[in-house]
Structure formats: structure tokens, C-alpha cells
């Protein structure tokens, strides 16, 4: 059976060192034929982002990639995903974050979802893991793991009683990794470019396309790593309370 063709958006903004994790997943997917691009959007960074997508493109040279460098002042993640949405060239289009550990099957998963439920968008919930738990994985040493062995490996690094709550939100709604038509995504405009800090832009594009006549599908899990950014939330809260955005997990 022919598979879906995937357009992987990742917006990163200076996480070198998570990225460099997070796109080591992405090219390990369990899926044939390669049918998908990972297209990195860099939204001004001003670390060793640019060395890490280089360094993927030439040692996984059977992967499609695109390295789109914003090259305004840092502008939002609302505006990053948008230009995504515009470079990707297939079909169907996944939002994640360079934080994100994604296990081998999700595009898998992700493709036998889509093809029985034409008209959804799909939203993973995550583990969010803590500093030492995000420390723990050098432990690992993932530029070597085997990639597949993912799942069997990082819970053994986890507090499972701290994230079995996590796993139990229904509703969720949020872009750590999901999935849409592009068609879809096109038809709303895109990510509301109003919500021009962090905070909230994620769930309002999925309640907005649910509220356009998707269904939401849940499917678990993806691992997302801790990081130390910057976050203006007194203004993502006020942006969160002017356009009516509930909670990730929240009907």
C-alpha cells in the first residue's frame, strides 16, 4: 500500500543541541520509501543551528530537506510555521519543535490514521520531560543509539508516576507533533499570526481547525526535552484570553 507523503515542519529558534536530538529521530522514521521532506524553519538563530541541519543533509543524504533561515529579527513561532506551510510541497503537513523525541513508528501511525479518517487533524500528547530527566538522556549517548530501541530505552530514565497524569489528558491540543492536510491548514489562514510571542499559538490553530469541521485525534506519545527559554507568558496569557484559547487538554 502506497503511503502518505509527509511534509515535517520544524521551527527552532537557537536550540542547536535539541535539535541535533530531535532531527536524529525525524530520519530514523519506520517508514518506506522515504516519503516525506523535513523542512527546518530557523527563525533567526544566532547559535550553531545552520552546522547541525548541514550536518544532517550530508550524512543522511536519502532524506528531502529544505533549511529555510528567516533572516528578519526573531519573530514568532505563528509566523515560522506559516512560512512552513508555504515551502512544504506535500500533501500532508506535520507541525513539531526541535525539543520533541519522536518514536520510529509516528509517521506510521500517522499515515494508517489519516487514510480512514480523511477530514482530522491528529495531535500527539507528550511526555514532558524535566532537566534531569532531559540531562539523563546523554546517558544515552543517542548519536549512537539505536534509534528503534527509543521507547524501551528513555523510560528507564523517567518518573512514571509524574507522567502517567500527563497521559490521561483527553482533548489534547497542541503542535508538539501533528498532522493535518495542508489544504486543510490553507483554508484558515494558517497559524494566527496575531500571537506574535511563544505561548498558545499551537492550540488555537488546532481549535480552529476542528471548529472549520476536522475531528481531533489523540495518539501517544512523543517525548518532549526541557529547555531554559525565554517566554513572555503575561503576553501569551493576555493573547491566550483575547482570542478565547482553553487549555491543551480542554474541550
Not at 505561548?199 to 526541557?226: A, P, Q, T
Request: hydrophobic content about 35%; charged content about 30%; aromatic content about 10%.
Amino acid at each position: 500500500m502506497n503511503r502518505l507523503k509527509f511534509s515535517i515542519i520544524v521551527c527552532t529558534y537557537n536550540r542547536a543541541n535539541l535539535l541535533d536530538k530531535g532531527l536524529r529521530t525525524l530520519v530514523f522514521q519506520e517508514y518506506s520509501d522515504f516519503d516525506y521532506e523535513i523542512v527546518v524553519i530557523d527563525d533567526g538563530s544566532t547559535d550553531n543551528t545552520n552546522e547541525i541541519v548541514d550536518k544532517y543533509k550530508e550524512t543522511f543524504p536519502y532524506i528531502n530537506y529544505k533549511h529555510i533561515l528567516n533572516r528578519e529579527e526573531y519573530s514568532s513561532p505563528a509566523l515560522a510555521r506559516n512560512i512552513g506551510l508555504k515551502e512544504a510541497k506535500y500533501e500532508y503537513c506535520c507541525f513539531t519543535d526541535p525539543e520533541i523525541l519522536v518514536p520510529y513508528n509516528m509517521l506510521k501511525i500517522h499515515d494508517e490514521i489519516h487514510k480512514g479518517n480523511k477530514n482530522s487533524i491528529i495531535c500527539t500528547r507528550p511526555i514532558v520531560m524535566t532537566k534531569e530527566e532531559t540531562n539523563n538522556l546523554n546517558k544515552l549517548d543517542l548519536k549512537c543509539l539505536n534509534v528503534w530501541e527509543l521507547d524501551k530505552k528513555i523510560p528507564s530514565l523517567l518518573d512514571i508516576k509524574k507522567h502517567k497524569l500527563e497521559m490521561t489528558q483527553k482533548n489534547w491540543k497542541d503542535n508538539h507533533f501533528s498532522s493535518f492536510k495542508r489544504e486543510h491548514a490553507l483554508k484558515i489562514n494558517g497559524v494566527n499570526k496575531n500571537f506574535n510571542k511563544w505561548g498558545f499559538e499551537g492550540i488555537d490553530f488546532v481549535e480552529r481547525m476542528v471548529k472549520s469541521g476536522l475531528n481531533l485525534i489523540n495518539v501517544d506519545k512523543v517525548y518532549h526535552m526541557y529547555h531554559d527559554a525565554p517566554r513572555d507568558m503575561k503576553l501569551a496569557n493576555e493573547q491566550r484570553l483575547k482570542f478565547g484559547v482553553k487549555g491543551c487538554g480542554e474541550s
